[in-house]
């Protein structure tokens, strides 16, 4: 704001990813531990920084001698294992494509994945379904063995070559894959003051999937590109655990989405204090201002949110050196160029004066963007004014930089942080026979969060939200399931027959 472009340093034109996070540096600490993983139960895994510059060494130089050509995609199915994280930046090591996925999904989600990005290895925990086909997997062992490759260095990549691919619901019926460039972990740098203060003495104890951009950049790449050290938790649901490992690994910094503080700060001892934490990180999904206090109260501490997206992070936020206002997400981090555009697509893509509300743009000049969609032109066309990257948030700015959101332009919903289509739900739920019609939209539920509601024109007589629920569960990945299900005599439809989302109940 007040710049018309990205005005932070830009990174060297020879540039790897994995390289930035793990190579050698002075300020990386070959015999510190770099990566802790609790299962919940047994000993936990640990990585020191040598260990994981050997090991990713050795899986790029691995995949390359399984004929693997830079470019070409692996997909990962795992977990929140160190085996996901080591496949993620080994690839990148190598100059492949690494396309994380959800454990989540269903064993139909993950093929999709696997067929859209044209994936030509698959990197699997045994656990996980996934019809494959006649592409190869590796299972844990193989992975053993693919790190004892001798390792030959990092990739000499471009810094606008692809990294990674990870998959997001949009406005159609199906996800859609962002692919992002070396280029990424660079133009993650704004966070480091803008957002964490973090430093190569921090401890930064994540609550995230490792499919998940807010993981692999707050959870993975931004400890290791500055030294620090991360823990993250592979074992059951368990919101009591975060607590216990907060003090027991040290945590300064603890990164989570809104919903999950609320559940600590319900049923957890997180009241009984966290001494080494220095403040908590959420993102993914509007903060309640309750929260916020709730967790002042209980901890003392700041909680600092951020506002960010699949195509570019985060890069609106509070933090030390941004004071929180209630109800904002924060305002631009140092460097980045962000404005509100008109919501008209016809009208200039020019900011618009603070107080006016607009679409929420990004200067494609940040080297955070994404490089594009993954197949989809039209998509790609749609999301562009300009110089400007509109990601469908509506906005507006006051005359201090804060940004203060308005909701969606179009109909993504948000659950848990994670984007779904209504139109991706509404086809799983459409193929019930009982359901004639079905229209899907984010509501406000009664403790005043949003969730995903279902609203069904039954077929017939048959009323049954808990059948519609067991198919909905066959089709759909846990966060996309609809939290309620609604049987309405009618839909609203548009003049021209079309439903009309925005007319269904907004809140329950």
């Known amino acids: 704001m007040g710049t018309t472009r990205y005005s932070a340093p830009l990174p060297p034109e020879r540039f790897n990813m994995a390289a930035f996070c793990l190579a050698p540096a002075p300020h990386r600490v070959p015999g510190k531990v770099a990566l802790t993983v609790e299962h919940g139960s047994g000993a936990p895994d640990r990585w020191t920084y040598g260990a994981l510059d050997e090991a990713v060494q050795g899986i790029a130089a691995g995949l390359a001698a399984r004929g693997l050509s830079q470019g070409d995609r692996v997909m990962i199915r795992m977990g929140n294992t160190p085996d996901a994280a080591l496949m993620f930046f080994g690839a990148i090591a190598g100059g492949f494509v690494p396309v994380p996925s959800s454990a989540q999904l269903t064993a139909e989600e993950a093929r999709f994945v696997l067929t859209n990005s044209g994936a030509g290895l698959v990197a699997k925990s045994p656990e996980l379904a996934l019809d494959a086909g006649d592409v190869p997997v590796l299972l844990p062992d193989d992975i053993a063995a693919l790190r004892t490759t001798p390792g030959q260095g990092y ?203 607009g679409l929420l743009a990004v200067h494609r000049s940040d080297p955070g963007l994404m490089l594009g969609y993954w197949n989809r032109p039209d998509e790609d066309a749609q999301v562009w004014r300009g110089d400007w990257f509109c990601g469908g ?51 406000v539920a009664g403790n005043g969060l949003a969730i995903i509601a279902a609203f069904v024109r039954p077929a017939g007589e048959a009323r049954d939200a808990d059948a519609l629920m067991a198919h909905s569960r066959a089709h759909l990945a846990d966060y996309k399931m609809p939290r309620e299900i609604r049987f309405l005599e009618a839909l609203p439809h548009t003049a021209n027959g079309k439903l009309a989302r925005r007319m269904l109940p907004d809140r329950l």
Not at 196 to 216: E, I, K, Q
């Open 393 to 443: 948030d509506l906005a507006r700015l006051d005359d201090d930089g804060y940004v203060w959101f308005e909701g969606r332009a179009d109909d993504v919903m948000n659950a848990f942080g994670y984007r779904v289509s209504p139109a991706e739900v509404e086809a799983a739920i459409a193929t019930h026979p009982d359901v004639a019609e079905v229209g899907v939209r984010e509501v």
């Open 155 to 357: 990739a000499d990549t471009h810094r606008d070559d692809p990294a990674f691919l990870v998959y997001t619901s949009g406005t159609s019926g199906t996800p859609k894959g962002v692919l992002h460039a070396q280029r990424s972990v660079w133009g993650r740098k704004p966070m480091v003051d803008g957002w964490y203060g973090l430093t190569r003495d921090d401890v930064m104890v994540h609550a995230g999937a490792m499919n998940w951009t807010y993981t692999l950049g707050v959870g993975l790449s931004d400890p290791w590109a500055n030294g620090a050290a991360t823990v993250l938790y592979n074992g059951p649901k368990d919101v009591t655990v975060w607590p216990k490992l907060i003090r027991a690994h040290g945590g300064t910094l603890f990164a989570a989405v809104p919903s999950l503080y609320r559940q600590m700060l319900r049923d957890s001892d997180i009241d009984d204090g966290v001494p080494t934490l220095r403040h908590g990180l959420t993102a993914g999904e509007p903060l309640p201002a309750r929260v916020a206090e709730a967790w002042a109260t209980a901890t003392g501490l700041d909680l600092f949110e951020a506002l960010g997206m699949s195509e570019c992070s985060t890069y609106i936020s509070s933090g030390p050196l941004t004071p929180t206002r209630t109800g904002s997400p924060g305002r631009a981090q140092p460097g980045r160029c962000v404005a509100v555009l008109p919501a008209d697509e016809d009208a200039e893509p020019v900011p618009l004066a603070a107080g006016e509300v």
